[in-house]
């Protein structure tokens, strides 16, 4: 679903916010959209025709549910439905996202956000790059990009994942490694460019299987793009390393100042008076896009030993190191099956809860409410200790050069099926932990 076909669904739902007087990139529209809680907000200066702002695309699930057809509910069994049948994208005749070119692109021109006053620079932060390695083909990923001069970037490249993979073969060869930055890219996009699927499943083929993305060829560079972008940005990755940030990271904390190599701009491709994506570093886009891509692997790994019904990998965690896991118990230790596969599907997840079918997993009161009356810490707690873990943790272990490590903890909220004794309990003595509701009254 394009950003076009978004904002119109958002205007007819009511929940487009629009402001059009003139708001400067720099520090102010970044306050402005927290301030918004991140509601679906288009910036359009009619002083400054040509490039237009929006933010909150991303910032709930309904937003993707209606991007991608499916329900709230659905939208995990659609995502599992792509990873499971990847379509390579067709060739498009039109290229809307080539209407304009311009081959000596200034990037002072765009309306790149500086979020906080202790950044290390204006930052774009809702991009998808993509690349082609060598052995593995395709990559399409997110990565934070620091502006550093009117044609040049610096990126963030988390060490192993396929673009540094990728840029690392190309430097040992003496080559820069070509890269196409996509800006305001389609929503089912930026979910395929958010997962990370085995080593040579191209991205954009989930992307298609998801919703239609034909895509076009750069024009100075031998890589495809999403024809719907609003902007491209055609480079190279250069060997040059230079350092990127201070920034905000998931955590809402200031991630480390890294040298990071620099990327040069050669080109910029759009459409005619381009949309251009802000999205928060640590706020509910960023946290969104990272934990939902999750939830299908998350899910099939807790189906191989589970009924599972629906996962959710919640806010709280930063949608990132938390899950609620629900289930429908068939025997006694599906609850303790579940957190051990719950770990093996989302490698970076710290704590799960296990909850019964009976169990709004979207309500973080009722996960509590589970947890009150069916848990017993010395029956149901499940410690891991000194686990591979995610480096986004701050209280977790760190050595150089080493993967970060922590403990991880599991809660099996689901009825125990046996009672402290040890004894089976009855189906009717199950039936108890249920909670009583009140018949609907006749009026209400
Ligand atoms: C909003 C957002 C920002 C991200 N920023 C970065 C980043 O700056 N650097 C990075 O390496 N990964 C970043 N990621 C994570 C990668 O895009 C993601 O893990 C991707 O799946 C990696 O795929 P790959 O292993 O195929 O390269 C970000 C993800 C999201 C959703």
Same mark, same amino acid.
């Given at each position: 679903?394009?950003?076009?076909?978004?904002?119109?669904?958002?205007?007819?739902? &009511?929940?487009?916010?629009?402001? !059009?007087?003139?708001?400067?990139?720099?520090?102010?529209?970044?306050?402005?959209?927290?301030?918004?809680?991140?509601?679906?907000?288009?910036?359009t200066d009619p002083q400054r025709p040509g490039w237009?702002?929006?933010? #909150? @695309?991303?910032?709930?699930?309904?937003?993707?549910?209606?991007?991608?057809?499916?329900?709230?509910?659905?939208?995990?069994?659609?995502?599992?439905?792509?990873?499971?049948?990847?379509?390579?994208?067709?060739?498009?005749?039109?290229?809307?996202?080539?209407?304009?070119?311009?081959?000596?692109?200034?990037?002072?021109?765009?309306?790149?956000?500086?979020?906080?006053?202790?950044?290390? #620079?204006?930052?774009?932060?809702?991009?998808?790059?993509?690349?082609?390695?060598?052995?593995?083909?395709?990559?399409?990923?997110?990565?934070?990009?620091?502006?550093?001069?009117?044609?040049?970037?610096?990126?963030?490249?988390?060490? +192993?994942? +396929?673009?540094?993979?990728?840029?690392?073969?190309?430097?040992?060869?003496?080559?820069?490694?070509?890269?196409?930055?996509?800006?305001?890219?389609?929503?089912?996009?930026?979910?395929?460019?958010?997962?990370?699927?085995?080593? #040579?499943?191209?991205?954009?083929?989930?992307?298609?299987?998801?919703?239609?993305?034909? $895509?076009?060829?750069?024009?100075?560079?031998?890589?495809?793009?999403?024809?719907?972008? =609003?902007?491209?940005? !055609?480079?190279?990755? /250069?060997?040059?390393?230079?350092?990127?940030?201070?920034?905000?990271?998931?955590? =809402?904390?200031?991630?480390?100042?890294?040298?990071?190599? $620099?990327?040069?701009? &050669?080109?910029? /491709?759009?459409?005619?008076e381009?949309?251009?994506?802000?999205?928060?570093?640590?706020?509910?886009?960023?946290?969104?896009?990272? +934990?939902?891509?999750?939830?299908?692997?998350?899910?099939?790994? $807790?189906? !191989?030993?589970?009924?599972?019904?629906?996962?959710?990998?919640?806010?709280?965690?930063?949608?990132?190191?938390?899950?609620?896991?629900?289930? @429908?118990?068939?025997?006694?230790?599906?609850?303790?099956?579940?957190?051990?596969?719950?770990?093996? #599907?989302?490698?970076?997840?710290?704590? @799960?809860?296990?909850?019964?079918?009976? @169990?709004?997993?979207?309500?973080?009161?009722?996960?509590?409410?589970?947890?009150?009356?069916?848990? *017993?810490?010395? *029956?149901?707690?499940?410690?891991?200790?000194?686990?591979?873990?995610?480096?986004?943790?701050?209280?977790?272990?760190?050595?150089? +050069?080493?993967?970060?490590?922590?403990?991880?903890? &599991?809660?099996?909220?689901?009825?125990?099926?046996?009672?402290?004794?040890?004894?089976?309990?009855?189906?009717?003595?199950?039936?108890?932990?249920?909670?009583?509701?009140? =018949?609907?009254?006749?009026?209400?």
């Open positions: 679903m394009n950003l076009r076909r978004f904002l119109a669904w958002a205007a007819a739902e &009511g929940c487009l916010g629009r402001i !059009e007087q003139p708001v400067d990139p720099h520090l102010e529209m970044a306050r402005l959209i927290h301030a918004k809680q991140e509601q679906p907000v288009l910036f237009q702002v929006v933010a #909150g @695309v991303c910032s709930r699930r309904e937003h993707f549910a209606w991007a991608l057809g499916a329900s709230v509910a659905g939208i995990v069994p659609s995502l599992i439905e792509a990873m499971r049948q990847p379509s390579p994208p067709a060739h498009s005749a039109e290229a809307p996202c080539q209407e304009v070119v311009d081959r000596a692109p200034n990037l002072d021109r765009l309306p790149i956000l500086k979020h906080l006053p202790g950044d290390g #620079g204006p930052y774009i932060t809702a991009a998808v790059a993509i690349i082609r390695d060598p052995d593995f083909g395709r990559n399409a990923s997110f990565h934070r990009l620091m502006q550093i001069g009117p044609h040049s970037f610096t990126a963030r490249l988390v060490e +192993g994942r +396929g673009t540094d993979t990728a840029w690392r073969k190309a430097a040992a060869a003496g080559r820069d490694l070509d890269i196409a930055i996509c800006l305001g890219v389609p929503i089912h996009v930026l979910l395929a460019a958010a997962m990370s699927p085995a080593k #040579g499943v191209d991205e954009l083929a989930i992307a298609n299987a998801l919703a239609a993305t034909p $895509v076009v060829r750069c024009l100075t560079l031998d890589l495809e793009v999403p024809a719907e972008c =609003e902007a491209v940005l !055609e480079g190279r990755i /250069t060997a040059q390393l230079v350092n990127e940030g201070p920034f905000i990271d998931l955590t =809402e904390t200031w991630d480390i100042v890294r040298p990071q190599p $620099v990327i040069l701009v &050669g080109c910029l /491709t759009h459409r005619r381009p949309i251009y994506h802000a999205l928060l570093p640590g706020g509910l886009e960023h946290k969104l896009l990272m +934990g939902l891509p999750r939830e299908p692997t998350l899910f099939r790994a $807790v189906a !191989e030993v589970a009924d599972c019904r629906t996962v959710n990998i919640t806010p709280g965690g930063m949608n990132w190191l938390h899950a609620v896991v629900q289930i @429908v118990k068939h025997e006694p230790e599906d609850g303790r099956r579940a957190i051990e596969a719950a770990f093996r #599907g989302h490698g970076s997840l710290k704590h @799960v809860v296990v909850v019964d079918d009976d @169990v709004d997993l979207f309500d973080p009161a009722a996960v509590e409410w589970a947890v009150a009356t069916r848990f *017993q810490a010395d *029956q149901d707690l499940m410690v891991l200790p000194d686990q591979p873990s995610s480096s986004l943790d701050p209280s977790a272990k760190v050595v150089p +050069g080493q993967k970060t490590r922590s403990a991880k903890m &599991g809660l099996d909220a689901t009825i125990p099926w046996t009672d402290p004794t040890g004894r089976l309990r009855t189906e009717a003595e199950r039936h108890g932990f249920h909670k009583v509701s009140y =018949e609907a009254a006749p009026d209400a």
